[in-house]
């Protein structure tokens, strides 16, 4: 299968986007869908290689985060991106609306105490940044969040996006990768799943009347995006807009990027120093020594 140019994908950081004219979620490398199958499944043997590498370094972890409007396909990607992944060393958030205790909290405190820990790699389903986005698009979600009236008005997004930039970078100079994607579905795909999980039994607990509510603000989901997307994608931390009309080619592009990653980061297996090895030689003589 031909390599995914994972530029395409990339916000770059700084520059202002524009969902519709930038990104197509219906975009698709030139393989079938078998090609892409084989393709996944040897791209999902180095993966828990690296993830091995990085369990048994245990000084650096993973955080990938997963936003996206419903029915993009974040659930199923989790599914496909962790399917062989050694389940010691991954870990699985999903983020609701926040409880009463949560809400006694700033915003980034439910997310700090769900961060991987060193040598794991960390999911998000939904994260933080939900707090620029369905809270932006829903000002009464804001009134709800208790904070002091001088701080709720003007320039809260610029401050959050400050925030967000801050404690991501405070992430990476501690040894925690962010990877972040956004599952990027177009409305009228969405709406064919939504048809989908109406009619057919079986997928029928998927749906919610409240997400058909929800699509009726597309347009405003758009713009947050978009500005959350263009001050967030920085060089430590950088976003990535996933084709998401096709599932086989979200998987192929979120398996993609986290490859690259982590081919980057190369992580190792301890080195045994000839002290360790002593000691090891050791424990084998002892070993042998029983009858
Ligand atoms: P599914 O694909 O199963 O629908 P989901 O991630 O949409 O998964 P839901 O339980 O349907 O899960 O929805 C969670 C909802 O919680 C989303 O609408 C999300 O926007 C909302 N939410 C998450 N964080 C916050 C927040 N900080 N404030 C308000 N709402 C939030
Ligand atoms: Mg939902």
Redesign the pocket.
């Known amino acids: 299968m031909k390599e995914l140019d994972l530029d395409r994908l990339r916000v770059d950081p700084g520059k202002k986007i524009s969902l519709r004219e930038d990104f197509d979620p219906g975009y698709k490398v030139a393989a079938t869908k078998a090609q892409a199958q084989l393709w996944l499944e040897q791209a999902r043997a180095l993966l828990a290689n690296y993830q091995e590498r990085l369990y048994a370094e245990n000084t650096r972890g993973m955080l990938m985060i997963f936003q996206a409007m ?2 993009a396909g ?2 199923g990607t989790i599914k496909h991106v962790m399917s062989g992944i050694n389940p010691m060393g991954c870990q699985v958030f ?5 409880s009463a205790e949560e809400l006694d909290h700033d ?1 980034l405190w439910r997310c700090f105490k769900a961060l991987p820990e060193r040598g794991r790699l960390g999911i998000f ?2 994260s933080y940044y ?2 620029v986005l ?2 932006r698009v829903h000002p009464h ?1 804001l009134d709800g969040q208790q904070l002091p009236p001088g701080l709720k008005g003007k320039g809260i997004w610029k401050r959050r996006f400050e925030h967000i930039r801050q404690f991501e970078k405070y992430l990476v100079e501690n040894g925690i990768e962010v990877v972040k994607f956004f599952l990027n579905v177009s409305k009228a795909e969405q709406k064919k799943r939504f048809l989908a999980r109406i009619d057919q039994p079986e997928k029928n607990w ?1 749906f ?1 009347p409240a ?1 058909v509510r ?1 699509r009726a603000h597309w347009e405003d989901y758009q713009r947050a995006y978009e500005d959350a997307l263009s001050h967030t994608s920085t060089r430590y931390a950088p976003w990535y807009v996933v084709p998401a009309d096709h599932k086989w080619m979200t998987h192929v592009s979120v398996m993609s990027v986290l490859l690259a990653r982590f081919k980057e980061m190369d992580p190792r297996f301890p080195e045994v120093d000839d002290q360790a090895r002593e000691r090891l030689a050791e424990a084998r003589r002892l070993l042998e020594s029983e009858d």
């Not at 999903?94 to 926040?98: E, G, Q, V």
């Open positions: 419903d029915a974040k659930d999903s983020f609701k609306a926040p915003f389903n939904r939900e707090d369905i809270v979600i998927k919610s997400d929800e």
